[in-house]
């Protein structure tokens, strides 16, 4: 079953954010994860949770994305995303 990483991130220093992106996307890869939205134009439809960066990662698995969340390659990328802004994320369950 296939299981997504949903993360809303507000960026607050982009010079830091822009040292994330620049390696998390390898990480993603090396953990079968493939990005299904990154950043791009968004039209809010309900509510106001849209109104910053949306990212959307499906990965094989919960383990494999599970995997990629705790794995010491990402841990000091998510010490710099975390200091880079305001986030949440979720990890969900595909059907």
């Keep these: 079953m296939k299981a997504y990483i949903i993360a809303h991130i507000e960026t607050k220093n982009l ?18 994860g493939k990005y299904l939205v990154r950043g791009g134009e968004s039209e ?3 509510g106001d949770f849209f109104q910053h960066r949306l990212v959307v990662i499906e990965f094989p698995n919960v383990k494999l994305a599970k995997s990629f969340y705790e794995s010491e390659e990402y841990k000091p990328l998510l010490k710099l ?3 880079s802004g305001i986030s949440s994320s979720v990890l969900v369950k595909g059907i």
Excluded at 15 to 32: A, C, S
């Design 15 to 32: 010079d830091n954010m822009k040292k994330y992106r620049e390696k998390v996307f390898d990480i993603v890869v090396n953990y079968g």
């Design 81 to 83: 995303r975390m200091k």
């Design 44 to 46: 809010p439809l309900e």
